[in-house]
């Protein structure tokens, strides 16, 4: 009998390691450098000697046409994929492995169910994280005089030390309610250490959560970052031009891109659609990635339900 493949599952694998292979690749596959422009002047086309202005739509020249500055944008998503791909691999990576190792062993510590609830984190959790990362990064992430990559940790920072409780009380919860098991029980009166338990009983059934959770985690980074672009506060640094009054993202993420090219959407839309596009594309693949593994996890319980 041959096993059946989970469609989403594929897909949103296949989707994810090529945005993978952009972030990676994406700097030196891009058609020109981050910092191109189309000059302005006469140029020859297809109509003959024209004067060319950007924007200019798309062509076999500029595949995703260029910005108002006259920058190519299929080069600005290329070479911004490494800040947003990896930003956001990295930061749930480590809200993860912060938040989940705080929650198994707080979980593992507690001593019955109102002790479970009495060990959440529930301050950090009640405010939105866009509030106070927008309120602490706003006088310096706009015209900065730190680095990009001061810019980069310092942001990447906050968003860790803002998911971390989150994750730590998603754990804690799970961990303290698997103890509750009987088997857990039977194990501990056998003379089952709390290190045996946790590597015998609690890491093996909480695998599967660890692995959804990340995938949650990277999906609430995305979200943030999105969030973060609307209000004009860009990933790696934001610069303000007073005499257009516009925003101008110094990474070229994709968030960012999105952010400065909102004015377009009314006209020249290929400004903004194609930044979306991908923006959109890479937090797809993680619904899918999700939803494909849910669906593995309710057929495998159907097959061996959990007892």
Do not use: C
């Not at 897909?11 to 450098?33: H, K, M, N, R």
């Not at 509750?180 to 059934?205: D, Y």
């Amino acid at each position: 009998m041959t096993k059946k493949w989970n469609v989403k599952l594929v897909t949103g694998l296949f989707l994810l390691a090529v945005f993978v292979l952009i972030g990676l690749f994406g700097s030196y596959i891009a058609p020109y450098p981050a910092d191109y422009k189309v000059k302005v002047g006469y140029m020859e086309t297809d109509n003959g000697k024209e004067f060319v202005a950007p924007p200019l739509e798309p062509s076999e020249q500029y595949l995703f046409g260029t910005d108002k500055w006259g920058k190519d944008i299929l080069s600005l998503i290329l070479h911004g994929a490494k800040y947003t791909v990896f930003t956001v691999l990295i930061v749930a990576a480590v809200r993860l492995f912060a938040g989940g190792i705080a929650g198994v062993f707080g979980g593992l510590a507690a001593n019955g169910r109102k002790r479970s609830k009495h060990g959440r984190i529930t301050l950090l959790t009640s405010i939105p994280p866009v509030i106070l990362i927008y309120f602490i990064m706003l006088g310096i992430n706009i015209n900065p005089s730190l680095s990009t990559f001061s810019l980069i940790m310092i942001q990447g920072v906050l968003m860790v030390a803002l998911g971390v409780p989150g994750v730590y009380n998603v754990v804690y919860s799970k961990t303290a309610e698997i103890k509750e098991n009987l088997f857990i029980m039977a194990s501990v009166t056998l003379g089952g250490n709390k290190s045996h338990i946790l590597k015998k009983h609690i890491l093996p059934i909480l695998k599967g959560d660890f692995i959804i959770l990340y995938l949650n985690e990277t999906i609430q980074v995305l979200h943030l970052m999105g969030q973060l672009a609307i209000f004009n506060l860009f990933f790696g640094g934001t610069v303000f031009q007073p005499d257009f009054s516009t925003y101008i993202s110094m990474t070229n993420e994709w968030s960012g891109l999105i952010g400065q090219s909102r004015a377009f959407l009314s006209y020249t839309q290929w400004i903004l659609i194609y930044p979306l596009l991908a923006f959109m594309l890479f937090l797809f693949s993680f619904y899918l990635i999700s939803q494909g593994l849910s669906e593995q996890s309710r057929k495998s319980h159907r097959k061996n339900p959990y007892i």
